[in-house]
């Protein structure tokens, strides 16, 4: 269901109305964007055409708290008890698996995650044998790469067994086809948005100043302030 310009509700138990609310009040997409992802230069990157900040979305308590009963709404339909939630470790992240991992009794753990936004790979908190484990992110905005890839195998690497992965939201890319299928029956997204990226040879002749994906995040959450 397309609630917005570039967003479109997925989750079939998120009441629409309060997608559309969280949407129209957090205000969190940013188009005509060119933007560097991860902002470093240590390894792959992607230029992105778009931006969406879940993070001024969880700012809200409300709608934080809404997503959250939304994602174990989810998990009980789908019968996943994981014992851990795997998560990357930035702030927003950890302030919204904490409220979740309260409310379906499991235990926090996270993935080394830099300022560029790149994953590192010192694990904080005990992955143990063989833990029943869901991956989560925010936003997925390369459009699955992070919680269909690089943190399941990160926790299967670890020892762990993924039960399922989950997003709020997922960007636009040939990996939600990949995504999807690796996850078929186990895969939970809130919103799935025009967030576009391409390889850094392949930019547009006419695209804006090239900047990295920070500085459009701070630009979504100032206007959060005005």
Known sequence: MRIAPGVTLVSP???????????????????????????????????????????AIVQSPEFALWLVE??????????LRPQLIFA???????????RLS????????????????????TIEGSLPADASVLTF????????????FRLPEAATHAGGHVIGTAAIALGTSPLNEK???????????????????????????????LRPWQEASAEIIARLRR
Request: glycine share 6%.
């Open 13 to 55: 138990t998120l009441d629409a109305e309060r997608a559309r609310r969280i949407i129209k009040e957090a205000d969190p997409f940013s188009t005509g964007q060119h933007l560097a992802y991860p902002s470093d230069h240590d390894g792959a990157q992607v230029h992105l055409e778009a931006y969406f900040s879940t993070e």
């Open 70 to 79: 939304d994602v174990v709404s989810w998990m009980t339909a789908k019968d």
């Open 88 to 98: 990357p470790g930035t702030d927003a992240v950890r302030a919204f698996v904490e």
């Open 102 to 121: 309260r409310a379906v009794d499991a235990t926090p753990v996270y993935l080394e995650t830099k300022p560029s936004g790149r994953f590192g790979d």
């Open 137 to 148: 992110n925010l936003t997925s905005v390369t459009g699955g790469r992070c919680i269909g």
């Open 179 to 209: 995504l999807q299928s690796r996850f078929s029956d186990n895969l939970y997204i809130a919103f799935h948005v025009a967030v576009t990226n391409h390889n850094p040879d392949a930019c547009p002749a006419n695209a804006p100043r």
